[in-house]
């Protein structure tokens, strides 16, 4: 049988990356599209949900997916655009770009860094390979190769003696038992103040939010649930993270399947989702909870919708108090989860639901968004 279109494993170096394009959603449209794609594919969505997601065709989902399987990361700027033929050999071209991402001090240059000044100066005096070209040349070639000057950042690792087992399990569930899985996870601290977006507006004249505010309301974090089988997202806004807002979610996702067989709900390492309590709860109501690696919580499959809840109801916005942020994001997640599937399986979905609930006598009713605290 044929095997769905996913990405490859994803690193720990690249899935940080995605999520942070994901999560500020500044880079350029095409990145942050094709980040969500890859993001959402490795948290286990199928091809269909995935392009429903970021509303694009579902062969441009399997495009990019293949892509990134080939190639990596570098899917994320794809090369629509040709140019003028080389003046340089490929070779030459290539040398110079080594060059330039080589540390100076490797090649015996009493500096840290290059400038372009810096950079050509070596290449023409080169025993034996001289290079004549300016400073322009010079800079076009090294973006040509994709190389630009950045500032220098931090990287860490994940330490976790168990990081290919606990993903093991997370794509186990997902692969295996997609309609018994969930994930969790909070979103916030959600601040009361302006927060800027972007929107169509005419040329030269964009909406404009107050710069100045006061914060007396404090904070409030959002603990979210994701049906993996159902693609359905529902949550709740607390005003602090904590065991028992962890608890009464836990305890909405296991009422989502109240037939007592085993479910696997995906979540990280915050210490409040460890606690005895909740573990000795999950083993007697048969909850297997599976834990992120350590620095790796972009294996949690809700991490791929967090970031259109926060374009669509946080960026752009200027709520006066959390009651009205509340009820912006409980009015996207009605929205959202009704245009999720198609009408026809929604209705199906009801009625299945419904035969349930006759078979069985168990009283359902829909699923409520729960009230603020």
């Known amino acids: 049988m044929t095997q769905p279109v996913k990405v490859r494993r994803l690193t720990d170096q690249e899935g940080q990356k995605l999520q942070r394009i994901v999560r500020r959603g500044t880079m350029s449209t095409v990145r942050y599209r094709r980040a969500m794609i890859l993001l959402a594919s490795a948290g286990g969505n199928t091809v269909p949900v995935i392009a429903r997601l970021v509303a694009a065709d579902e062969d441009t989902v399997r495009d990019v997916i293949h892509r990134f399987n080939e190639i990596g990361l570098a899917c994320l700027d794809p090369r629509w655009a040709g140019g003028r033929p080389r003046l340089l050999s490929l070779e030459d071209e290539q040398f110079v770009a080594q060059t330039a991402t080589t540390r100076p001090a490797?090649?015996?240059?009493?500096?840290?860094?290059?400038?372009?000044?810096?950079l050509l100066a070596y290449l023409q005096r080169l025993p034996g390979r001289a290079f004549t070209l300016g400073r322009e040349a010079l800079r076009t070639l090294l973006a040509r190769h994709g190389i630009t000057f950045q500032r220098t950042k931090t990287w860490k690792e994940s330490p976790d003696p168990d990081f290919n087992a606990k993903l093991q399990e997370i794509e186990y569930a997902l692969t295996q038992r997609p309609e018994r899985t969930f994930a969790f996870d909070e979103f916030g601290p959600l601040g009361i103040r302006p927060t800027a977006g972007s929107g169509w507006a005419p040329h030269g004249e964009p909406d404009r939010l107050p710069a100045t505010y006061r914060r007396p309301h404090g904070v409030t974090y959002?603990?979210?649930?994701?049906?993996?089988?159902?693609?359905?997202?529902?949550?709740?806004?607390?005003?602090?993270?904590?065991?028992?807002?962890?608890?009464?979610?836990?305890?909405?996702?296991?009422?989502?399947?109240?037939?007592?067989?085993?479910?696997?709900?995906?979540?990280?390492?915050?210490?409040?989702?460890?606690?005895?309590?909740?573990?000795?709860?999950?083993?007697?109501?048969?909850?297997?909870?599976?834990?992120?690696p350590t620095y790796a919580s972009w294996a949690n499959p809700i991490e791929a919708h967090f970031g259109p809840l926060r374009q669509f109801t946080i960026a752009n916005s200027d709520h006066p108090n959390h009651t009205v942020q509340t009820r912006a994001l409980h009015a996207y997640l009605r929205w959202r989860n009704a245009h999720a599937r198609h009408p026809d399986v929604l209705a199906a979905q009801r009625r299945e639901r419904a035969r349930v609930r006759s078979e069985k006598g168990i009283r359902w009713g829909s699923r409520p968004l729960a009230r603020a605290a």
Do not use: E, M
Request: net charge positive.
């Open 106 to 118: 490797k090649l015996c240059q009493p500096f840290t860094r290059w400038s372009i000044r810096k």
């Open 222 to 292: 959002f603990h979210g649930c994701y049906s993996v089988g159902d693609d359905l997202l529902w949550g709740v806004n607390r005003r602090r993270k904590g065991i028992t807002p962890t608890w009464a979610a836990l305890k909405s996702i296991r009422a989502a399947r109240p037939d007592g067989a085993p479910i696997y709900v995906s979540l990280d390492n915050l210490s409040a989702h460890k606690n005895w309590r909740i573990r000795t709860w999950a083993t007697k109501h048969k909850v297997r909870l599976l834990f992120t």
